[in-house]
């Protein structure tokens, strides 16, 4: 016999209990712009999506798109800066923020799925009431700190197997548009819906220590005195930070992990062996 067919077999067989722990589980997958790589990645990624909504598990994805953005700012030649990991965000920026997050971007993740048998229903934070935002700070312009998360639309999607994607926008109480960091934006969801796994995916495989290692886990402590010693630094601020929220907010457990590993998503949740950072409280 095809020894891939019987390694296959083994594999399906080991991951039962995985399977039967996170049946009926709400996972919230933040795929970042970095993350987001070739048509082929984005196929596997979405299978995985698709896979996980077939065993029983509530997928619900917030998406970045970062790079995205920028690409289509330097094409409109429309200068762009970021202060502490944020996009200062004028009006003119907002708009093109808003055309990608919420159309190419937000589609491209839609269709993938759709395509593997998915039912994913493209929304932004704006759709249903889902994301309120006041401003984060004066200079910073249209961006947004999520004041309140209605899970409803998601509760009721998931009743009806339907895959949410979420682009990350916000609306404001004098009717703004406010844009509002991936990462963030993804905290504040699986905070409301009071998920069991928060899966931020990046291009790194997990958070470092000094020694440029992965950890695999880390408590509240030991992100404080990584940050205080600035070997967690840039990007990866928000999404410790992210994890640390989330936790108090209700979140069983946040994972940093690599979205350009093959198959990440299911190592982390259906595997002995798990994938990148996994934040739990102290
Ligand atoms: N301690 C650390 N461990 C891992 N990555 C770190 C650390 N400190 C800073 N980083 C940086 O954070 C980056 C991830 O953040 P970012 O580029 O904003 O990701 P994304 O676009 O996926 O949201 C990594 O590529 C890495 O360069
Ligand atoms: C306020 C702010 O900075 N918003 C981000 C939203 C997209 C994002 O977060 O994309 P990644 O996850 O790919 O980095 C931005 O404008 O780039």
């Given amino acids: 016999m095809n020894r891939d067919w019987i390694a296959t077999a083994s594999t399906l067989n080991k991951a039962l209990p995985y399977l039967q722990r996170y049946a009926g589980a709400t996972v919230v997958i933040k795929l970042g712009g970095h993350a987001m790589g070739s048509d082929a990645a984005m196929e596997e990624f979405a299978r995985d999506v698709v896979l996980m ?7 619900v994805i917030v998406h970045g798109g970062g790079p995205m953005i920028n690409a289509m700012l330097d094409k409109l030649q429309i200068t762009s800066e970021f202060k502490n990991g944020k996009r200062v965000t004028d009006a003119a920026t907002m708009e093109v923020v808003e055309m990608v997050l919420a159309g190419v971007v937000n589609k491209r993740i839609v269709q993938a799925i759709n395509r593997q048998g998915g039912r994913a229903i493209g929304l932004s934070g704006k759709d249903a009431h889902l994301i309120t935002c006041t401003p984060t700070d004066p200079d910073l312009g249209f961006v947004g700190t999520p004041q309140a998360v209605n899970p409803r639309v998601l509760r009721d999607l998931a009743e009806k197997e339907y895959i949410p994607v979420i682009a990350p926008l916000g609306a404001g109480a004098q009717g703004e ?3 509002i960091n991936g990462d963030t934006a993804a905290g504040a969801v699986a905070a409301a819906l009071k998920a069991d796994r928060l899966l931020l995916l990046t291009d790194v495989a997990g958070v470092k220590n000094a020694a440029g290692e992965v950890v695999t886990e880390l408590s509240a402590t030991q992100i404080r005195s990584l940050t205080e010693d600035g070997v967690i630094a840039g990007g990866m601020i928000p999404k410790t930070e992210t994890a ?6 209700g979140v069983r457990a946040a994972v940093i992990l690599d979205g350009r590993a093959p198959n990440a998503c299911l190592l982390e ?5 798990g994938a990148g950072s996994i934040i739990r409280s102290d």
């Fill in 53 to 59: 909504r077939q065993v029983g598990v509530n997928p």
């Fill in 177 to 179: 548009t406010f844009n």
């Fill in 269 to 273: 949740l259906f595997t002995e062996h």
């Fill in 244 to 249: 640390l929220a989330a936790i108090d907010g």
